[in-house]
């Protein structure tokens, strides 16, 4: 029996992303579903719209507040490496930035066209030859807010210009390559993860649907900024599982709630919506891992050992029963289970 479940999990690049690709050309493949199921998936993706927009309205201050924080950090620490390769250019350059920031477009053209005046200015004494040779570098910098310049870069570059000697900057503009590329690699490693991440939620929701439950409320930022979703069955009337995910601590937590006034006595079907979650979730669990999310338990109560959760029906999605036949019904299964 079981109640509420804390969990691990980890992701397998190779067979989720193969799982995604088929479980997407399956989709297509039902896409020509009856008048009924598309206007229920209509009706569905206009809550999960409006949800969205009022969760994004919501959070709209803080995440601008972080997003101009690190913006500000980023444009100081370009500043600083103009600063060093071209210190009469920097003011133009930062201010420049600023301007293409406010417009959404991207610092790397800007910051490219920048270094590539400070080498040329080399051969006009406007520069050092090491100011050149920094600028030269740091030609392969790549930019992105959610990264910032690491300090030790920074220091680097100012070293290379300060060195007491030709063969000394030499040395330190070879380090300042190495940190150049660390930091490249970085870049590409976060975005590769990302890519995982909205492929491990694509692949988790379509899992869900195959296994034949109601799913809605899964955002494409699960696995990459957390959050929770909810699934049912039909027959399970108010009862749902609440699926919350930390993927900073690869952790997930699963536990049966209900809609309802706190005070009800309903234990018997509290126990019973809880029993059903026990024999049910081994067959997730096992898709899952088949999928390139494997799921280790690290904790499980018993079935009755905690109250099942009441929560706001609000906050849940209708229930299964309350709209036409789902779409995405388990006739697009083309992988195996486990």
């Known amino acids: ?26 989709a297509e493949i039902a896409a020509g579903m009856s008048e009924a199921e598309r206007a229920a998936e209509e009706r569905r993706q206009q809550r999960r719209t409006e949800r969205r927009q009022m969760r994004a309205a919501q959070a709209a201050g803080q995440i601008q507040q972080q997003r101009d924080a690190a913006t500000r950090d980023q444009l100081a620490r370009l500043t600083q ?13 930062d201010a420049r930035m600023i301007e293409l920031l406010a417009s959404g477009v991207s610092l790397q053209a800007e910051l490219a066209a920048f270094l590539a005046q400070a080498t040329a200015a080399a051969a006009q004494g406007r520069v050092s030859q090491r100011q050149a040779l920094v600028a030269h570098v740091l030609d392969r910098l790549a930019l992105d807010v959610a990264l910032p310049i690491p300090d030790a870069l920074l220091a680097l570059a100012q070293q290379v210009v300060a060195a007491p000697s030709d063969e000394r900057a030499a040395a330190l503009a070879t380090e300042l390559r190495l940190q150049v590329q660390r930091h490249n690699e970085a870049l590409a490693s976060a975005a590769e993860q990302k890519k995982l991440q909205e492929a491990a939620t694509i692949v988790l929701e379509q899992s869900l649907k195959d296994l034949g439950y109601a799913v809605e409320d ?99 999605p209708a229930p299964a029963g309350s709209e036409a036949r789902r779409p995405g019904a388990p006739r697009v299964m083309q992988l195996p289970h486990g």
């Open 1 to 26: 029996m079981s109640g509420p479940m804390a969990a691990g999990f980890g992701i397998e690049a190779a067979v989720l992303i193969s799982a995604q690709s088929i479980l997407q050309g399956a």
């Open 81 to 93: 490496l103009a600063n060093v390769v071209d210190p009469a250019g920097a003011a133009n350059l």
């Open 218 to 316: 899964i955002e494409e930022t699960l696995f990459i900024e957390g959050g929770i979703a909810h699934f049912q069955k039909a027959e399970w009337g108010d009862y749902f599982i609440r699926l919350r995910i930390d993927p900073k601590r690869g952790a997930m937590n699963f536990n049966v709630v209900r809609a309802g006034t706190t005070g009800e006595d309903r234990r018997h079907e509290d126990m019973l919506a809880e029993e059903r979650w026990c024999s049910a979730f081994p067959k997730l669990f096992e898709t899952l891992k088949a999928r390139g999310i494997p799921i280790t338990v690290t904790r499980l109560l018993q079935a009755g050992e905690a109250p099942v959760q009441v929560v706001d029906a609000a906050s849940l």
